[in-house]
């Protein structure tokens, strides 16, 4: 079961990663979720761009809960059924061979995902100006590029550096 393709639905269904042979916890697919990385930061740009060329439609009390909402799920459930790109994102990539990675590390970068999100929100919420809230989205938008292009998550990075490399660490085969 180690090489085989990762599914749509975990066993039990709201279980963060799906267990694989060979490793002891279960695991979060790397392709998926960079999938998902790359869709998010399509939302980033096109937020970037609504703000820059039609402040006046506003798109951050729109947008901002999706990708709270997304973000949180996926931290809590993993990439599928709740997450809206996570779903997305791993049918996007079923025909393609899974990359294995530890949960954790997702985890908590999704945690710091959702807290932008709200910063994101409460900026719009408080009324601060635009820059403000573009700053914030250039940043989202930074480090959904560095993922879902390069494959470098800054989260899963802090992680490793905050907490150790105890659960990155991938057992040999």
């Known amino acids: 079961m180690a090489d085989t393709a990762h599914t749509i639905f975990t066993k039990p269904l709201f279980a963060m990663g799906q267990p694989v042979e060979g490793y002891t916890k279960p695991m979060i697919n790397e392709t998926a979720a960079r999938a998902r990385a790359g869709l998010l930061n399509i939302v980033s740009s096109v937020t970037i761009f609504i703000l820059l060329a039609h402040p006046e439609w506003d798109p951050i009390p729109y947008v901002a809960p999706l990708v709270i909402f997304d973000m949180f799920t996926a931290a809590t459930f993993g990439l599928t059924p709740l997450s809206p790109t996570g779903f997305i994102g791993t049918l996007m990539t079923m025909k393609r061979p899974p990359v294995w990675k530890p949960t954790a590390p ?68």
């Open 106 to 173: 997702k985890r908590f970068a999704w945690i710091l995902g959702t807290c932008m999100g709200a910063t994101c929100l409460g900026f719009w919420y408080v009324a601060l100006p635009t820059s403000w809230l573009l700053s914030v989205l250039g940043i989202c938008f930074a480090l959904t590029w560095l993922e879902g292009i390069l494959g470098f998550c800054v989260g899963c990075w802090l992680h490793s550096l905050f907490f150790g490399c105890d659960s990155c660490e991938m057992p040999t085969k």
